[in-house]
């Protein structure tokens, strides 16, 4: 939080599930790109490298700490398998998230 004990910013989304074949499967939730230019000015702000945002997530009950992951110029919400089984949820389902970007400590 800053000086006044405030977020940095605060967004309220609905985005799908979508799933990363890779080595190991990985689920995310894309930021909409309507948020992407404010987000890249906070990046510079609070990320510890790589461009990635560290942030505080919620999604129904489910509150959580992840970082952002820049991907063809916008961001992506990893989704750790145990958030999306306290959930309930999985790739295609369609979720709303709320997001917090704190400033760094």
């Known amino acids: 939080m800053d000086a006044d004990g405030e977020p940095l910013a ?3 989304f609905e985005a799908q599930i ?3 074949r890779g ?3 990985f689920f995310y939730a894309p930021i909409p790109a ?3 230019d404010e987000l890249r000015r906070l990046v510079k702000v609070v990320s510890y490298g790589w461009g990635v945002a560290p ?3 919620q999604i129904g009950d489910v509150a959580f700490k992840t970082s952002l992951f820049p991907k063809d110029g916008g961001y992506l919400l990893p989704l750790k398998d145990a958030v999306r089984r306290q959930a309930n949820i999985t790739a295609g ?6 997001l917090t970007v704190q ?3």
């Open 10 to 12: 605060q967004f309220s």
């Open 18 to 20: 979508i799933e990363w």
């Open 103 to 105: 400033p760094p400590s």
């Open 23 to 25: 080595p190991s499967p």
């Open 55 to 57: 942030v505080e997530a």
């Open 34 to 36: 309507q948020f992407t």
């Open 93 to 98: 389902d369609l979720i709303v998230v709320e």
